[in-house]
């Protein structure tokens, strides 16, 4: 299978429960170093997925990435973007929403 995608192209497959909680648990250590890092009072340096600065980032990290490839069985589909308004990072999501089409 060719992995080389178009910019607005992605390969997506179903996700586990057990993973999606790990990636949630992941996601919610990078919006706290997110909105310390907009306050001002967090640098780059301080970002998490450098590794190194939040062991438990680090373990999800490890635990997931086997999960973060393509199978075979992945659809490549093409990603229609909306852009909303308020905070770019959240806990509970990003503020803007993908709408999945077939590639023509």
């Known amino acids: 299978m060719d992995f080389s995608v178009a910019p607005d192209e992605y390969f997506v ?3 586990d429960e057990a993973l ?10 990078f ?3 997110n909105h310390c890092y907009e306050a001002g009072s967090a640098g ?6 450098h590794g190194g600065i939040d062991p438990r980032y680090d373990e999800l990290t490890a635990l997931l990435t086997p999960h973060r490839h393509a199978p075979t069985a992945a659809k490549l589909l093409v990603a229609e973007w909306r852009f909303g308004g308020g905070d770019r ?5 990003v503020d803007y929403w993908v709408r999945w089409r077939e590639r023509e």
């Open 13 to 15: 497959w179903p996700a």
């Open 20 to 29: 999606v909680a790990l990636e949630r648990e992941q996601w919610a250590i």
């Open 31 to 33: 919006v706290a170093w």
């Open 44 to 49: 780059t340096e301080r970002r998490p997925g």
């Open 89 to 93: 990072y959240r806990v509970d999501g």
